[in-house]
């Protein structure tokens, strides 16, 4: 199956298009950002940036509703900016300070905000899998309507927990969109050599879970494959997976050189894929904008993140005392 891409000529609104460059610009430099921090020993441990991959999660996004929930790996800073969160407890979570998310004690891999139905990036290799369709299968015994968007990678997809979650999400019909985040490496294991099948979505149809392959640098092709998604389960027929082949343009982690693939391959993927030039090049060749409106954009987000990392930085680390807070739930009281 050719994956699902758009047409040259796209009758989306100016607004639509300049929301979708800003945010996935916003991610962009945000992330650049933290590239920085960490080299600076500002953030520590590990950190992995979504570089390359802003396309996924903005288009999706844009075919999520109100209340609809998402949960993803340890790459996780994108989603958490796509669905709203605020760039400075952001940032300040990445640099261990008392204003992030976590309050300084989650660091790069494990925030959450309940008000933005954002439960968390998760460390352990697919482990947010079945968490994704346990919040699925809330929402269906609620009958509130509301989609998980759970999100997971190539190498993720190798691990025994993601088919018990197809199987039980089939088997009671779960209103949850499996995201593949295929950005063809893994750690470092090109797909090739690590999947069997090249096909990852297919895996679900011995469940009889629906699924198609996205071209995941076109942001208007992965809204468009979303909404379907969404529909069929909003409409009562249990889970959807979408494989979205994507690129990251770093490594793995910031520890990561990268050696395993050429920089001509990277180059040629920043040239000629960028999800973000895509966009910026339908907005002035449609007379939607120009390049000064543009340039705005960006000297309007560089501000944003650079208040953020100031934030951070102003921002003190956690009391000692911290140590001991959010460890157990207290009985007949609601969770912060």
Known sequence: MAARKTSAKSNHSAEELTSYYRDMLLIRRFEEKAGQ??????????????????????????????????????????????????????????????????????????????????????????????????????????????????????????????????NMAALWKLPVVFVIENNQYAMGTAQARSTSSAEIYKRGEPFGIPGEVVDGMDVLAVKAAGETAVAHCRAGKGPYILEVKTYRYRGHSMSDPAKYRTREEVQKMRSERDPIEHVREMLISGKHATEDDLKAIDKEIKEVVNRSADFARDSAEPALDELWTDIYAEPGKEPA
């Open 37 to 166: 921090l960490y080299g600076m020993g500002l953030i520590g441990g590990f950190c992995h940036l979504y570089i390359g991959q802003e396309a996924v999660v903005v288009g999706l996004e844009a075919a999520a509703d109100e209340g609809d929930k998402r949960v993803t790996s340890y790459r996780d800073h994108g989603h958490m900016l796509a669905c709203g969160m605020d760039p400075d407890g952001v940032m300040a979570e990445l640099t261990g300070r008392e204003g992030g998310y976590s309050k300084g004690k989650g660091g790069s891999m494990h925030m959450f905000s309940r008000e933005k139905h954002f439960y968390g990036g998760h460390g352990i290799v697919g482990a947010q899998v079945p968490i994704g369709a346990g919040l699925a299968f809330a929402d269906k015994y609620l009958e509130n309507d509301r989609v998980t968007f759970t999100y997971f990678g190539d190498g993720a997809a190798n691990q025994g927990q993601v088919y018990e979650s197809f």
